[in-house]
């Protein structure tokens, strides 16, 4: 399993990214699909998932700004991060998991649910 992003950078406060995970080594179209970031003494956090069927779920803190989606064709996951802010600064990375968990919220976005991770790419966000 192979999970590569790309897409981070450094952006001014109320711009744009798109985030990129190329995927490999799995049925990408069958697994649960998400962003976590993690900025320094902070822990990792689950912002964005989407299952297998295409049903999302995000975090308070990125909700009607950030978009998650995915090409099955391409085995590519993106996060689409609008209106950002400098507390969005943080290493981006993208996870795997054979299966979606629920809980009573909705799709889990628990870090120790996910199974595959990425390296990461760096998002910094200056006022």
């Known amino acids: 399993v192979q999970l590569v992003e790309s897409g981070g950078g450094s952006v001014q406060s109320g711009g744009s990214l798109r985030l990129s995970c190329a995927a490999s080594g799995f049925t990408y179209s069958s697994y649960s699909m998400a962003w976590f970031r993690q900025s320094p003494g902070k822990e990792r956090e689950g912002i964005a998932v989407?299952?297998?069927?295409?049903?999302?779920s995000y975090a308070d803190s990125v909700k009607d700004r950030f978009t998650i989606s995915r090409d099955n064709a391409k085995s590519t996951l993106y996060l689409q991060m609008d209106s950002l802010k400098s507390e969005d600064s943080a290493m981006y990375y993208c996870?795997?998991?054979?299966?979606?968990?629920?809980?009573?919220?909705?799709?889990?976005?628990?870090?120790?649910?996910?199974?595959?991770w990425g390296q990461g790419t760096q998002v910094t966000v200056s006022l």
């Open positions: 989407i299952a297998s069927d295409g049903v999302v």
């Open positions: 996870a795997a998991a054979p299966l979606s968990k629920m809980t009573i919220w909705g799709l889990s976005r628990s870090p120790a649910d996910f199974n595959h």
